[in-house]
Structures are given as structure tokens and as C-alpha cells.
């Protein structure tokens, strides 16, 4: 069956791509690269900009000019009792393998990286929540008393091996496994990175100073108060890098996407970026020739969703099984739209009822970033639907004998 060049298909791959994430069951595994991210670099974190903002480590993601760091920032979390499990790269017995960071009422693995800031490895030493508000750990965050008065005091005994080494596994990575307690928390209910993240990841992927192999290990911006912020007075450029930046030759084609694992959103997991052109003709294995060609936004309610196309007619050749077919995708087309408008309807009242309140700051933007969350996770289970149902209604493929040498 030909494939549906339509622009809701063309809509879900670019969602399934854009959202950097763990979807609300499971962890996301993203793109794998055959060569370690370069040492953590050494930074400041810029003070919290509000109650409620938790802080998120800067990381290295990789796109199709290498790696880039992507800083580290203060996110408002998207529901209170939630914590940040930041993403990490691990080695999967033939490549480093990116596992996206996620929301969630409890920590979970990350590689026993030591990001710092609260995050030496195992669990978060920043803060807590206490009846719906975060209280802050002052011995390991920036925070300005005179705005943010829910703070208090704990030293830290870090047990961790203090290094930079930014993955786990294989040649000279963090040797750490994950205890019972954090594979629970993997299975857990998670959300995915927000709006916010997913925007800010881009926005480093697209700052060429941002890149490995421009600042050698040491970017331009290492952190932000607020994410997206990469310029101003909140953008906090790296002291050093972590070690001496040594890529091996030929990166440019070490990073692949792992197409097997539905994820939402993340870049670091099987990002927009790596289905982009790369130096060194990409083209011939099915990527775009032009790196500068606009892509359609990410859509962050139901009602931005472009109006979705009916694929197709089947022709299989089989007058029957195309009529089946075609029940089939009408049932589907059918009860996905009814699903779009039902959500598209939740979040106008949504939007009405924080008018008529007249909610604050915090509250419209955590509303905004559920908004988000739901548009791209309906998206991600419509695109998986749908491609499911193509990958059923695909004729068995015909292999030729071959023919005996004369």
C-alpha cells in the first residue's frame, strides 16, 4: 500500500520527532551514537527566577553537526509533587544511547550522572515538596531569599566520585546500575519534558555555538534562568570544559535513530535534527538536501492541529479487501477526530474558566504546558494508530527466486 503523503502524516512525524520525552508509561530511548558525549563542562547556575521552577541540568544532545549542549535551566514544573529525572547516554552494547529525562512523583535512574546542582548521581538533593509548594535546598541552588522565602538548609555529604564523565557504560563511563527503587519509578506515571524544554532544546540545537565541535567542550551558554533565554543577563557561558575535547573522525555519520521506540518528543530521543541533511550526503539515505527548509511548528493545543486529510483509497488489487480496508481506515479517521475535538473543546473551557478566575502567571503557564502535553500525546497515539493500521493493511512483500547461473 503507498504510503499517506498527507499533511496530517506529514503533521505526526513531525510531532513523534519534535517531542523530546518519556511518554506517560515507559521511558523513551532515543537516538544512538557509536562515540560518548564530551565531558560535562564546569558552570554557575543562574539564581531560580520564581517559586515553583525546578532545576534541570544542561546535557549533551547530538544532531547533525555532532554534539551540543543543550543548558541547563529552571523549568516550572508541570503539576506540583513532580521531580525531574534528568535524560542521560548509556552505552547499549554496540552504541551510546540517549534515555530522555522525564517527570515524575519519584527520581528515578539517570546513569549516576553527577550534573551537580542537587543531582550527584542517585536520587535530588535540591529540594522537596511539602503541601504543594517546593521548598528549596540553598547548599546546592542559587536561590534569592528577598523573592523565595521556602528555602532551607542541608549540607550534602556527595559520595559520588567527583568526575565530568557525562554517560554511562562502556570505555571510561559511570559504572552505576539502577536500584530496584528507581526501576519502580521508571514504571511510574510520567510526563513527558514540557513545552518549554522541547523549545529550549531547539533553540540550542540551532546556535552553532552551542556545538562540540565549535566550543571544544566549553559552550557559550552552559545555563539559563529561564529556558529559551540564550541571550541576556540570564545566560551563564561555561568557566571550562570538563576535559580536553578529542572527537573521533568521521562523527558526522556516528548517530542513527532507534524508529523502534515510540517516543514523545525529544529531541535527544530521536530528534528532528537527526532526520535533517548531515554533512556528507544524507540525501541518498532518504533526508532532506536542504538544512534551511521551515518545518511546520509543534502544535501546542488541539485546535493549532492542522485539518487532518483522509488517506487514500486502498488498491490492492483485491476489490474485497480494499472495502475492508477502507471500513478500516474510515473507523479510525472517524474516531480519531472525534478525539481531537473532544480535547480541542476540554481546552477552550479550560481557557475560559482560568479567564473568569483570572489565574496567575503560574497557573496559566502550567495550564498552557498540560495543554502541551496533551495535544502532542493525542498526536503521538494517533500517529502509532495509524501507522500500525498501514503496517497491517501492507500486501506481504514478494521475494523473486532467484534464477539459476546459466
Not at 205 to 229: C, H, I, L, M, W
Not at 286 to 304: E, L, M, Q, S
Not at 352 to 369: L, S, V
Request: glycine share 10%.
Amino acid at each position: 500500500m503507498r504510503i499517506v503523503k498527507s499533511i496530517r502524516t506529514l503533521l505526526f512525524a513531525v510531532v513523534v520527532l519534535a517531542m523530546s520525552a518519556a511518554s506517560f508509561a515507559q521511558v523513551g530511548i532515543g537516538i544512538s551514537v557509536n562515540f560518548g558525549p564530551p565531558a560535562l563542562p564546569v558552570y554557575e547556575q543562574p539564581p531560580c527566577p520564581a517559586e515553583g521552577y525546578i532545576w534541570t541540568p544542561g546535557y549533551w544532545a547530538y544532531g547533525p553537526y555532532g554534539y551540543y549542549w543543550v543548558p541547563g535551566t529552571w523549568v516550572l514544573a508541570p503539576q506540583p509533587g513532580f521531580l525531574w529525572t534528568p535524560g542521560w547516554w548509556g552505552w547499549g552494547g554496540s552504541a551510546f544511547i540517549f534515555h530522555v529525562g522525564y517527570w515524575g512523583p519519584q527520581i528515578g535512574f539517570y546513569g549516576g550522572i553527577n550534573y551537580g546542582f542537587g543531582y550527584f548521581g542517585n536520587g535530588y538533593e535540591g529540594g522537596r515538596w511539602d503541601n504543594g509548594r517546593f521548598f528549596y535546598n540553598r547548599s546546592v541552588n542559587n536561590i534569592n531569599v528577598t523573592n523565595i522565602h521556602n528555602v532551607y538548609n542541608t549540607t550534602v555529604i556527595n559520595n559520588t566520585t567527583v568526575n565530568r564523565v557525562s554517560y554511562n557504560g562502556g570505555n571510561g563511563g559511570i559504572t552505576a546500575r539502577p536500584t530496584p527503587q528507581q526501576e519502580a519509578a521508571e514504571r511510574e506515571r510520567h510526563i513527558p519534558p514540557v513545552a518549554a524544554q522541547t523549545q529550549h532544546e531547539e533553540a540550542a540545537r540551532n546556535d552553532p555555538q552551542q556545538r562540540a565541535s565549535v566550543n571544544q567542550g566549553r559552550p557559550a551558554v552552559a545555563a539559563t534562568a529561564r529556558p529559551g533565554e540564550l541571550k541576556g543577563s540570564g545566560a551563564v557561558p561555561a568557566r571550562e570544559a570538563g576535559a580536553p575535547y578529542h572527537p573521533p573522525a568521521g562523527n558526522e555519520q556516528a548517530g542513527r535513530p532507534e524508529n523502534n521506540v515510540p517516543r514523545p518528543g525529544n529531541e535527544a530521543a530521536g530528534r528532528p535534527e537527526n532526520n535533517a541533511p548531515r554533512p556528507g550526503g544524507n540525501e541518498a539515505a532518504g533526508y532532506p538536501g536542504n538544512n534551511n527548509v521551515p518545518r511546520p511548528p509543534t502544535p501546542t493545543h488541539a485546535k493549532d492541529i492542522q485539518p487532518h486529510e483522509r488517506p487514500p483509497a486502498p488498491n490492492t488489487g483485491n476489490p474485497k479487501t480494499d472495502q475492508k480496508y477502507q471500513q478500516q481506515q474510515d473507523k479510525l479517521y472517524a474516531k480519531q477526530e472525534q478525539q481531537h475535538q473532544k480535547l480541542q473543546q476540554k481546552q477552550e473551557q479550560d481557557h475560559q474558566r482560568a479567564a473568569q478566575q483570572k489565574a496567575d502567571e503560574a497557573r496559566n503557564q502550567q495550564m498552557e504546558q498540560r495543554h502541551a502535553q496533551q495535544t502532542q500525546q493525542m498526536e503521538q497515539k494517533h500517529t502509532q494508530q495509524q501507522q500500525h493500521l498501514q503496517q497491517k493493511q501492507q500486501p506481504p512483500q514478494q521475494h523473486s527466486e532467484p534464477r539459476p547461473a546459466k
